[in-house]
């Protein structure tokens, strides 16, 4: 029974590997690299809405409802349009929704600071919380470019080091399969 249960522990070392060679293709990225990724992803965007269309005009066709289908077939095609032809603009655009929704969230978090009427001990971090939010929401606005390549760098760390710790992982179930 032991075996069975730790025979796939090459499994997660395979995935490992697989989030290992991901962050550090992320950590060498450059710039034109990003953008001709957004290319191919605004391409794959662009098929995926096309596809989307062809389902909706068969279920106009069989009278089924077909009008979800045909806002994100429409959603998908001006993405994937965008994305190809205007990458850099795409990715402003993001960051910069993504600054202006950081400041309204970090507001939220202010205005529910203030009108906390108790003491509670989270009230600090909230507080800390909306402030570093609204501060990020900033930042993205004036600097979007910046942000995304530091944020792929993180990210890029991140699966690096999970990538590892499941390779490690994997070898330690392995080891324990093999002392069962």
């Known amino acids: 029974?032991?075996?069975?249960?730790?025979?796939?522990?090459?499994?997660?070392a395979v995935n490992g590997l697989i989030f290992t060679l991901?962050?550090?293709?992320?950590?060498?990225?450059?710039?034109?690299?990003?953008?001709?990724?957004l290319m191919y992803i605004g391409i794959g965007m662009f098929v995926v809405g096309g596809i989307l269309l062809i389902?909706?005009?068969?279920?106009?066709?069989?009278?089924?409802?077909?009008?979800?289908?045909?806002?994100?077939?429409?959603?998908?095609i001006a993405?994937?349009?965008?994305?190809?032809?205007?990458?850099?603009?795409?990715?402003?655009?993001?960051?910069i929704l993504t600054g202006i929704w950081a400041i309204i969230i970090g507001v939220i978090q202010l205005v529910i600071v203030v009108n906390v009427k108790e003491t509670i001990s989270s009230k600090n971090i909230l507080l800390?919380?909306?402030?570093?939010?609204?501060?990020?929401?900033?930042?993205l606005l004036f600097n979007p470019f910046q942000w995304a390549l530091f944020l792929i760098k993180i990210i890029g760390v991140l699966?690096?080091?999970?990538?590892?710790?499941?390779?490690?992982?994997?070898?330690?179930?392995?080891?324990?399969?093999?002392?069962s």
């Open 1 to 12: 029974m032991a075996t069975k249960k730790f025979s796939n522990w090459w499994f997660l």
């Open 22 to 37: 991901f962050g550090i293709l992320l950590l060498l990225l450059t710039q034109d690299a990003i953008k001709a990724l």
């Open 55 to 76: 389902a909706g005009i068969y279920n106009i066709r069989k009278n089924k409802s077909a009008a979800m289908i045909l806002i994100e077939a429409i959603a998908s």
């Open 79 to 95: 993405i994937g349009i965008a994305l190809v032809f205007f990458p850099q603009s795409s990715v402003a655009l993001f960051l």
């Open 128 to 139: 800390l919380n909306g402030l570093l939010t609204i501060a990020l929401g900033i930042s």
């Open 159 to 179: 699966a690096a080091v999970f990538g590892i710790l499941l390779i490690y992982f994997a070898f330690a179930l392995r080891s324990l399969k093999s002392e």
